[in-house]
């Protein structure tokens, strides 16, 4: 469970270095907000018997594969697929599998984009590979999907067809609200430039820049002032 725990650490890094960067880069960050959870022991081993696993540790890695996981949300789905590229362009991250219910959705209308990666932990003796679930969504998606677990919940698993059909009408309705704010924001922002700087203070100015120029024209004369 522990190294469970430092591969969440180490995805949850990755994620987080991802947000800076756009914040203080780019005048655009996709990443709203980001959540980690640790499957407990004893919801693993009720995993465990419920799928008929065997109990070696061996068998409940490959498995098993949600014991760590990380939610991603963003604001539009363009950013959905934009976190899940960047993520898998990092050369110490694999892809196992990807569950694309975002362009098909489960039938009582849950969507979002399941990601299964791999990311070697570093111990003190020996290097693991720990498989990470990575779920990325919009704000809408998300409230819907905790709208529905609350419901499920509530009616422990046993749920009303009316309140399934009102729950696939929501979810169709969360939908068109995603298509409609991602293409207003088009509309008013235009595509995404990636190029374009913020103001924010850890990123040079212009004056700050020649400053260094001209630091660097007094040390070398003949030397390059790029």
Aim: aromatic share 8%; glycine share 4%.
């Amino acid at each position: 469970m522990l190294q469970y725990q430092f591969g969440i650490d180490e995805v949850s890094t990755k994620i987080s270095i991802l947000r800076e960067e756009f914040r203080h880069l780019h005048d655009y960050n996709p990443i709203e907000h980001v959540s980690a959870r640790l499957k407990s022991p004893d919801s693993l081993i009720a995993k465990v018997a419920r799928k008929g696993c065997d109990p070696s540790f061996a068998a409940i890695r490959e498995n098993i594969t949600d014991i760590a996981g990380i939610r991603v949300t963003c604001s539009f789905t363009s950013d959905v697929y934009r976190v899940r590229d960047m993520l898998a362009a990092q050369s110490d991250i694999t892809v196992l599998d990807v569950k694309d219910y975002v362009a098909e959705p489960k039938p009582n209308g849950y969507r979002s984009l399941h990601v299964l990666l791999e990311i070697p932990v570093f111990l003190s003796r020996s290097v693991v590979p720990v498989t990470v679930e990575v779920q990325i969504r919009t704000i809408a998606m998300d409230f819907w999907a905790s709208l529905e677990h609350k419901i499920y919940y509530k009616y422990d698993k046993e749920v009303p067809d009316d309140v399934l059909a009102d729950l696939r009408e929501a979810a169709e309705q969360a939908n068109r609200l995603d298509d409609a704010m991602e293409g207003l924001h088009r509309r008013v922002h235009g595509e995404v430039d990636l190029s374009q700087r913020a103001d924010y203070p850890l990123v040079p100015d212009d004056d700050v820049l020649q400053r260094l120029r001209s630091i660097r024209a007094l040390r070398d004369p003949h030397g390059p002032t790029g």
